[in-house]
């Protein structure tokens, strides 16, 4: 809560949960100012007290605002659009308001300037600037001084311009400096170890009240301002923000009497006043009776395992140059068809463990280009005959290839060779860049040490690709020794450049859409982006693309989004603004999901069922499954003779987790690798289903049809795709200036095979809105970055998100947001793993585990990755670690009812779903409500309570197997014995199916 004093010294304005009250100076009843949907914060009174200035994103996003005392008149004074503004403080004689301008690079961090503003208008004037354009450091809470002279303000001054997470607030973080009015010079004003912020100058001029932290407690100070001398007035703030973000402050506003003799602040959910002269503190009550208008969040039901599936994500389609056919890839073959019907075609007789991947067509149509790969083997480029036969291998030794294609005359070919050693083998990795080789030439030669995406246009002497050329994505050409470069076209935006086969237009994808435009032969570096208007830009697609390719005569593009084949004749396109792309095929087909058969009975374990609030514990009880089905669960169940037994005496049987928010690779660009280690790690550590809420959609909807058809190892894989990305990203960012285009971001992602949006950091509150709209009208789950950002997060629960993703950034929460997020059906993934505002979560178990030894981690990580992130490790008290604060906070919301959930952020492979349990318990929850975040509580979030969560019949057999109990010791949660997913039953160490089947793992590319 942010509050200010009234000159008169009678009233007090204060903000809470989004609306602004004022109330006598001596507490009492709090009258509401501005009760409707806008969030409205950091009440400042103007100087003659006629007047509150304050944050408010009723415009659409937050601005400086001015209104009556009254709450009447209410008035715009900024009008950003996306240097968005907050802490307005009026200069003495009224006629000013500076405030904080917010900047962001091409992250969705970013930093702040200090701006001056008239009260009549005007684009405002700057006073500090911020230190550099990629500076993501915080620069903000400006407080002008009473006489006018100065602006005091917080700012950042550690080295270095990048944000970095959890910085040591034993140290100078922040200072607080004094600018100068009549000069312009800036000098610190207040710093020194544990930092300085929210400066607060007293009415009389001789004192600034500032926040400083000793060790983890943040304190409130005095500085004497002509002597210099520090004094400590109050030890029991909140924390302040200093090892987090600081957007919209470090610390709520605080404010002085007019007679420089006692400061109100908030700390402990209540407003405070002290006598600065003898440290007397009193609370001031106050009471608000209020309401607040808030919106249903999207949470449909899904069936987590159905016996049969679509494919929602076939790859790398391209269509032969006369239009008539296309070619593509799904479940890891490649497939031939007619654009107008019929049925698929294998193109290859290649083993079915094979992926092929890449295809090209040649200029004449006769041939195509593609890459083959198996982990073992690695990667091989080969051309066949587009009816199939006559394969040709034209590289000869093993690689990590893509992209290849052919010259016009199919005399050369011209293909990426990149670097494994991650998912895949180190070796082959020597010599990363573009390549050409002559058809039955066995010599490659090296092109350029970057770019991707190389192709030809008319010209068989002539090589187009995508590179960053001076920090902008850029089509560049060079000849076949890769001289005589030529820069034809740049971006700050787009993803990447096509060039059509007669060298005239380019296509471009921006914003996830497909553009296309005239191009120059020549070396005139032309700006190509959506907006442009050096030369004609015309859109082609609608709701996004992916794949591009052209027509041979130049006149038609083709491109995917989902399972759907488009088009677009750029003749038509350019001459009718109304012109609309065209749907030419769908490209999906259905295929039986991987079922296990047969019964096995799991008898005599301790069996956590979850299945009601006590934990629904059975003893020594049995399980039946029949194939991947629970049919019976209890004490005395009839054992038959086609049943498999399995004694699990001694052991304790919990549901299979289910990990919210789970990072990580699914493939290798968008190649999927016949294993992923990193998804098996999680498997065999209980994960059994996982919610990525940011990837690659060409990677991770694919990976989660080949785990559905049994061609994968790993957790069940449901994700939102890409980012709805707010930050200005070549290649991430996300526009959003209307409904309209909300709604084509979150189309484009649910035709792509997501089960939600991830809407991350779009600045102004409108375009969150508008992307939880969409998603609602498209019922999909929509799951919010929290950004760090208190004000943002409770707006987002009000809008009706889904969920709040990562922890709230205050060390403490009170009634106001239990009430409010208790009666909204938005849950709390708070990823302890990851926690602002202190030293983050995984490092704690770092320090006091050997990480490295865990016996079931060890076998699923390569060594050296494992080692390098966990023999050596920092130390710190345990109060220093933000997640057991964090996970106190969680407990209260549990208690209210919400869903809270763990989310290990991918941090370490399977484990760090664990360490998310542990650190629930380590903030108050017992361990029934620590494994209800693991398992029915993330399914009622994500809607999969029907199959899996919980251990009941009619469910999925997801099961985990410990060999001690959890409600002994919650740290027994990864003494596993055995995993069982869908009714295949694994074992923990070796990954091996075991007694359901004989399936053996593969190697991992280090065992070899």
Do not use: C
Request: proline content about 5%; cysteine-free.
């Amino acid at each position: 809560m942010s509050l200010d004093v009234s000159p008169d010294g009678e009233t007090i304005a204060f903000d809470l949960l989004g609306d602004i009250y004022t109330m006598p100076v001596s507490g009492g009843k709090a009258t509401n100012l501005t009760s409707d949907m806008a969030w409205d914060m950091q009440p400042r009174f103007s100087p003659d007290g006629s007047q509150i200035a304050f944050t408010s994103d009723r415009a659409g996003g937050d601005n400086i605002w001015v209104m009556d005392v009254d709450g009447e008149n209410k008035e715009q004074v900024t009008k950003e659009s996306f240097r968005l503004t907050n802490n307005p403080t009026w200069s003495p004689d009224g006629r000013f308001i500076a405030a904080k301008k917010h900047f962001t690079t091409s992250r969705s961090l970013g930093t702040g300037e200090i701006w001056l503003y008239h009260t009549s208008g005007g684009s405002g004037v700057q006073l500090v600037k911020r230190p550099s354009e990629s500076h993501q450091k915080e620069l903000g809470e400006p407080m002008f001084s009473p006489d006018g002279r100065y602006v005091y303000y917080t700012q950042n001054t550690t080295p270095g311009s990048q944000f970095i997470y959890a910085q040591d607030s034993n140290t100078e973080l922040f200072q607080i400096k004094r600018y100068d009015m009549e000069t312009g010079d800036i000098i610190t004003a207040a710093g020194g170890e544990g930092g300085a912020v929210r400066p607060a100058p007293s009415p009389d001029g001789k004192y600034l009240a500032y926040v400083k932290r000793e060790r983890m407690q943040s304190m409130l100070y005095l500085r004497d301002l002509e002597s210099g001398e520090e004094t400590r007035i109050y030890d029991k703030l909140d924390r302040d923000m200093q090892e987090t973000w600081g957007v919209q402050g470090m610390y709520p506003n605080m404010d002085w009497s007019a007679d420089s003799t006692e400061l109100y602040f908030w700390a402990g959910g209540k407003i405070k006043k002290i006598n600065v002269a003898n440290g007397d503190v009193e609370t001031i009550n106050f009471r608000v009776r209020d309401s607040r208008d808030v919106m249903t969040a999207p949470r449909p039901d899904v069936e987590v395992a159905p016996s049969e599936f679509e494919t929602n994500m076939p790859r790398y389609a391209q269509v032969s140059p006369n239009g008539r056919k296309v070619v593509y890839e799904s479940l890891g073959k490649l497939y031939v068809r007619n654009v107008s019907g019929g049925a698929p075609k294998r193109l290859t007789r290649l083993p079915e463990n094979i992926r092929e991947y890449d295809p090209s067509w040649t200029r004449d149509g006769r041939h195509l280009t593609f890459i083959s790969w198996s982990d073992e083997g690695l990667g091989t480029i080969h051309r066949i005959n587009a009816s199939g036969g006559g394969l040709t291998d034209l590289t000869v030794k093993p690689g990590h290839y893509r992209r290849p294609a052919m010259a016009p005359d199919g005399e050369y070919v011209v293909y990426e060779k990149n670097s494994g050693g991650f998912l895949t083998s180190d070796i082959w990795s020597n010599e990363p860049g573009l390549y050409i080789q002559a058809v039955g030439d066995d010599t490659p030669q090296l092109i350029r040490r970057s770019g991707s995406g190389a192709h030809f246009g008319s010209s068989n002497l002539r090589i187009y690709f995508t590179d960053n050329v001076d920090g902008t994505t850029s089509l560049v050409s060079t000849n076949l020794l890769g001289d005589d470069e030529r820069v034809h076209a740049s971006s700050e935006m787009s993803q990447g450049f096509y060039i059509s086969p007669n060298d005239e237009m380019i296509a471009f994808r921006e914003n996830y859409n497909l553009y296309a435009m005239p191009v120059l032969a020549g070396p005139q570096n032309v700006s190509a982006s959506r907006s442009g208007n050096a030369l004609p830009v015309t859109k082609l697609s609608t709701n996004g693309s992916t794949y591009p390719s052209w027509s041979g005569d130049s006149d038609t593009v083709y491109w995917t989004l989902g399972p759907d084949l488009y088009e677009a004749s750029i003749s038509e396109a350019v001459e009718n603004e109304d012109y609309e792309q065209e749907q030419i095929a769908n490209l999906s087909w259905q295929h039986n999901a991987d079922k296990p058969e047969g019964s096995i009975l799991l008898a005599n374990a301790r069996i956590i069922t979850m299945s009601d609030e006590d934990g629904g514990v059975i003893e020594n009880g049995s399980i039946l499954i029949e194939g991947d089905r629970i049919v019976a669960i209890g004490e005395d169940i009839p054992q038959g003779d086609d049943i498999e037994v399995v004694d699990l005496k001694g052991k304790t049987i919990i549901p299979g987790l289910i990990d919210a928010h789970a990072h990580g690779p699914q493939g290798v660009s968008d190649m999927t690798p016949e294993q992923n280690w990193k998804a098996v790690a999680h498997l065999a550590l209980g994960v059994t289903t996982i919610f990525d809420p940011s990837s690659q959609a060409s990677a991770i909807f694919p990976a989660a049809e080949f785990q559905q058809a049994g061609k994968i190892l790993g957790p069940r894989i449901f994700s939102t795709g890409e980012v709805i990305y707010g930050a200005k990203a070549p290649g991430f960012f996300a526009a959003i200036d209307s409904a309209e285009d909300a709604s084509e971001h979150v189309t484009r992602l649910n035709m792509q095979g997501a089960h939600g949006v991830k809407n991350y950091n779009q600045p102004r509150r409108e375009q969150r809105q508008q992307v939880t709209h969409a998603a609602r009208e498209q019922n999909i789950l929509v799951v919010p970055e929290g950004g760090s950002l208190y004000h943002m997060d409770m707006s987002l629960v009000v809008d009706g998100n889904s969920s709040i993703e990562h922890n709230l950034p205050v060390g403490e929460i009170y009634d106001d947001v239990i009430q409010l997020m208790s009666q909204t059906n938005t849950a709390y993934v708070p990823t302890l793993v990851v926690t602002y505002g202190g030293v983050r979560g995984e490092a704690y178990y770092y320090q006091n585990t050997n990480v490295w030894e865990h016996p079931i981690l060890s076998n699923h990580v390569p060594p050296r990755q494992l080692q390098a992130s966990s023999v050596r490790r920092q130390m710190a008290p345990d109060e220093d670690y933000g997640d057991a604060d964090a996970a106190a906070v969680a407990k209260k919301l549990q208690d209210a009812g919400v869903l809270v959930t763990i989310g290990a952020h991918g941090q370490r492979e399977g484990l760090a779903a664990h360490w998310e349990i542990w650190s629930f318990a380590r903030g108050g929850m017992d361990p029934i409500e620590a494994l209800q975040t693991a398992t029915i509580d993330p399914a009622k979030h994500l809607g999969f309570f029907e199959d899996i969560g919980s251990i009941e019949e009619g469910k999925l057999a997801d099961l985990v197997i410990l060999d001690d109990n959890p409600l002994d010791d919650i740290y027994n949660t990864d003494h596993i014995d055995m995993v069982m997913q869908g009714g295949r039953l694994y074992d923990a160490e070796t990954m091996d199916e075991v007694i359901t089947g004989d399936k053996k793992r593969l190697p991992y590319w280090w065992e070899k």
